[in-house]
């Protein structure tokens, strides 16, 4: 399978827990997005890499949330000390510049990472 | 402000008909691009069709087209032969130069048989 994969795709973690997911993009994608969807809402922009280096973040990605991508490969998103509001589906997303022209790559999404804080 | 709205929440559409999603934007960015997803219940996200701001004509994708109205800033979706497999969550999103995707809030398909 060469799509986007994101592990693991369900998590129930009690309030105050961490938590990570992971996300590995298309092989010769180089620009990687987290995206937050709640429930009967479009997903919400968090964070994005190009390469390794993460080059904007949301407000929405409070302090306790961090992002990773070393070596400009997969990805990592931690949650630290989870809250009830923290509960939503994760979406990663990956995407590659076409050359020339203004046309990008469409992004392609994994199948996300479904997360439950009781 | 909302840089996309779609003010259809939910639509019933019989099988083999056509229907039309409505999309809205919002941008002082002169080039940018619209696209449509899918979400079925599974949850992922299954990229439709793309179109680019500079694109003179209107893109099409299978039974997939996108009605592009730059001058009054819209870009419907339309579906036409509806499948049972339609049935899903669809969601317009505009990237603008920061790459960086906006969502509206979907609309939700129902198919009829």
């Known amino acids: 399978d060469t799509g986007v994969s994101q592990n693991p795709r369900h998590k129930i973690t009690k309030r105050g827990q961490n938590v990570t997911f992971r996300c590995d993009p298309i092989s010769e994608h180089n620009r990687l997005y987290w995206y937050r969807q709640t429930l009967g809402q479009g997903p919400e922009f968090l964070t994005y890499?190009?390469?390794?280096?993460?080059?904007?973040k949301s407000r929405l990605l409070s302090d306790r949330f961090s992002a990773e991508r070393p070596k400009g490969s997969f990805s990592t998103l931690e949650i630290q000390r989870t809250e009830q509001g923290d509960s939503a589906m994760y979406l990663c997303a990956s995407s590659f510049p076409r050359t020339g022209g203004t046309r990008d790559t469409e992004a392609f999404f994994g199948q996300g990472t479904r997360l439950t804080v009781v | 402000a909302q840089k996309i709205t779609q003010t259809q929440p939910g639509m019933f559409v019989q099988e083999k008909e056509a229907v039309t999603l409505d999309c809205t934007y919002d941008t002082s960015d002169p080039s940018y691009g619209l696209f449509w997803y899918k979400q079925p219940s599974s949850g992922e996200m299954i990229f439709l069709i793309y179109q680019g701001s500079y694109d003179q004509q209107n893109a099409t994708e299978g039974r997939y087209s996108l009605n592009f109205q730059k001058a009054r800033k819209s870009a419907n979706l339309v579906i036409s032969a509806s499948q049972l497999g339609d049935s899903a969550m669809y969601f317009c999103?505009?990237?603008?130069?920061?790459?960086?995707?906006?969502f509206g809030a979907g609309t939700t398909v129902t198919v009829r048989a």
């Open positions: 999103a505009m990237r603008e130069a920061d790459y960086k995707l906006s």
């Open positions: 890499f190009q390469n390794e280096a993460q080059l904007e």
